[in-house]
């Protein structure tokens, strides 16, 4: 499949809004982590998580898609694309937001009016509202696939631009708290009360972070400038276990690989990886086990989840941004969360940055279900 170049990106995290106050809180290298906001039924009274500010951003459609929308306004500026070239774009969402929200509707009902049922959303409503508000007339599409939602709405939005199908494509992911999914996490004992330490020996499993991130996807034409270059990627379904990947990493081993041979790059080509790394003990030690089975000679490899926690369905758009923020900037960032090696698994994410060269870049996603997506990006 042809190359696409990433022209714009926008974000609305923990660390604030717009990709400044991501990047100096990347710079800084201090992780957003408080305690839980009000959430009825608690789902863990002890857990940290990296909140938006909800004072701005209400758990309500209405405050989700203001998120959305700064996140987009930003890309498209960065982009310099005005709303006359808007008309044939595509919009591709990866989230699970709508939960959130039918969630909040359903405890304001019970309190208010018990015994109604609430009026559920479906989980495409968001995406034809911004569509409506950008006046977007190309392809709209929903994706929920578990973790790996937005990275794979970056690969769909990829094939709708290299095929001629829109001109061009916003990619938006979008995660918000919920309490259905915390007390999910919570009951297979895979939040960590001291925040996410990705590959660390003493890591108990995740934090959750929310957020909004969006991406502006053209073809590529020579001359025109470009923030990176999306090479390649691909999408698999590892059938294993809902909640855990095959421990060899073999599902995982062979999304790269497919990414790899999509994208033309052979594995020593690969400058540095950013790694899903969740935290979690059966996580982190399959997908090292997916990085020793692919590279001869491992490169240096990064995880962003200890900073501004697991986006969940929105972390392929979040931490794509997170991780190209930086490296416009000349650096990679380093692991939040980890201080020691675990000698079962005996690999060392980065843990200062790294000075960024040009070349290609591996970036994976892995969720629930077996969802394995994987992207190559140039840079350079």
């Known amino acids: 499949m042809a190359s696409v170049a990433i022209r714009g990106y926008g974000i609305v995290s923990a660390y604030g809004e717009g990709v400044a106050a991501l990047r100096a809180g990347l710079a800084a290298g201090a992780p957003v982590l408080a305690p839980l906001p009000a959430l009825a039924p608690p789902a863990d009274r002890q857990a940290l998580v990296s909140a938006v500010n909800h004072a701005r951003f209400p758990l309500h459609p209405d405050g989700t898609g203001a998120m959305a929308r700064l996140a987009i306004e930003e890309a498209l500026a960065m982009a310099g694309i005005g709303a006359e070239e808007l ?22 009902l019970y309190r208010t009016e018990p015994g109604r049922r609430p009026r559920l959303e479906q989980p495409g409503t ?36 290299a095929r001629r199908r829109a001109a061009r494509a916003l990619v938006v992911g979008i995660e918000r708290l919920c309490a259905t999914t915390l007390s999910g996490f919570s009951s297979l004992m895979l939040l960590d009360p001291n925040g996410c330490r990705p590959f660390d020996v003493n890591r108990r499993g995740l934090h959750f972070g929310e957020g909004v991130g969006a991406l502006l996807i053209e073809k590529e ?70 990085m020793r089975s692919v590279f001869a000679t491992m490169p240096p490899f990064t995880a962003l989840k200890g900073y501004f926690g697991h986006t969940l369905a929105a972390c392929g758009a979040t931490e794509t941004i997170a991780f190209l923020a930086p490296i416009k900037e000349g650096s990679i960032p380093p692991t939040a969360g980890f201080e020691t090696v675990d000698p079962e698994i005996g690999l060392s994410p980065l843990r ?8 290609n870049y591996l970036l994976n996603y892995f969720g629930f279900g077996g969802n394995c997506a994987s992207l190559v990006i140039a840079h350079g």
């Open 87 to 108: 008309r044939d774009c595509a919009l591709v969402v990866g989230g699970s937001a709508m939960l959130a929200h039918a969630e909040q509707a359903s405890r304001e």
């Open 126 to 161: 968001l995406t034809h509202e911004l569509a409506k508000h950008f006046d977007l007339r190309g392809p709209t599409l929903t994706l929920s696939t578990a973790c790996a939602s937005s990275a794979n709405a970056i690969l769909v939005a990829r094939d709708l631009v």
């Open 221 to 290: 034409h020579a001359g025109e400038p470009r923030l990176a270059r999306l090479a390649g990627g691909a999408s698999l379904c590892d059938v294993h276990h809902p909640t855990r990947a095959d421990p060899d990493g073999s599902g995982m081993a062979r999304c790269i690989h497919q990414a790899l041979h999509d994208a033309v790059v052979p594995a020593e080509a690969i400058v540095a990886v950013k790694a899903h790394g969740t935290g979690s003990s059966d996580s982190d030690a399959a997908e090292a086990a997916a």
């Open 352 to 359: 200062q940055p790294l000075p960024v060269q040009a070349g």
